[in-house]
């Protein structure tokens, strides 16, 4: 073995050795931070056990930072602002835990429970609108996706080899896979729809005519109400309420149940 290939040899090793030293160093680092993440969800867990809603909303907020959205989480800060009496923050993110966990019964019960105890109680839900409710718009639209995947190979494995699937058992996987693909598309398309929903989070906020600090007001709006946000104009939003009335309002004052950076 020559000098130079022992050089080529000494460098590989040598690179090896520090791609392992730094992919170990991020694996504990992250798991560092996952660690550090779930002390602090379990703090807040005791502190809100305590009746400490603030410092457990602080400890939830510490979470959220670092690993992001979860309904297990949003459910829990949820809870906390609902005990603290802030309708808009508990509707708020009751909103958002049930749109990552649509089938969640705690969540449902807990929303509507907040509802009914400030007033904002709604009309009963239709059947056929809680089938839909199963799962939020990304599933919807998964499942939409796979049923058109599964049904294209169908017929492509028909085309090429005709008798590699039973008449039967290919037309009862046919008709799967267009059922499949029509409940998802109408899922994902009624959950599409719902993307621009927000909750308003400031108490008798007001509905402006025009989006300017001048204008003057249509009508008064109740923490928790639930708007769609139809437009943005510098410091407001157009929003139309389940009524169909429409205005300008702060956009401080309303929040959207699907975080703008979260939305795909």
């Known amino acids: 073995m020559n000098l130079t290939n022992v050089k080529n040899i000494t460098i590989l090793s040598f690179l090896i050795v520090t791609g392992m030293v730094a992919l170990l160093s991020c694996v504990s680092f992250t798991s560092a931070l996952a660690g550090q993440g779930y002390d ?21 907020k510490g979470v959220l ?14 809870n906390a602002y609902y005990q603290k009496k802030d309708v808009g923050q508990a509707i708020l993110h009751y909103e958002r835990a049930l ?10 019960a807990n929303l ?10 709604s009309g009963p839900t239709p059947d056929w609108q809680r089938f839909f409710d199963l799962l939020n718009l990304n599933r ?22 005709p008798g590699i699937l039973k008449r039967a058992f290919f037309k009862a996987l046919t008709v799967v896979c267009l059922l ?41 709006i109740k923490d928790g109400k639930i708007v769609r946000i139809a437009k943005t104009y510098r410091g407001y939003l157009l929003v139309e309420g389940v009524n169909g009335k429409s205005g300008w309002i702060e956009r401080s004052a309303v929040e959207p149940v699907v975080p703008f950076g979260e939305r795909s």
């Open 65 to 78: 930072k670092q690993e992001g959205y979860s309904a297990a989480l949003l459910y829990n800060m949820a």
């Open 112 to 121: 509507g429970l907040a509802r009914r105890n400030s007033g904002l109680v």
């Open 180 to 220: 499949c693909f029509m409940a998802g598309g109408t899922g994902a398309a009624m959950h599409y729809k719902n993307i621009n929903r927000g909750v308003v989070i400031k108490d008798n906020a007001h509905l402006l005519v025009s989006p300017f600090d001048s204008a003057s007001s249509s009508a008064s």
């Open 140 to 161: 919807w639209a998964i499942l939409a996706s796979g049923a058109f995947g599964v049904f294209s190979l169908l017929y492509l494995l028909r085309g090429i080899r």
């Open 40 to 60: 602090q969800f379990a703090l807040g867990n005791e502190a809100y056990a305590e009746g400490k809603y603030d410092e457990a909303l602080s400890y939830y």
């Open 99 to 108: 749109y990552l966990d649509p089938g969640n019964t705690d969540i449902q």
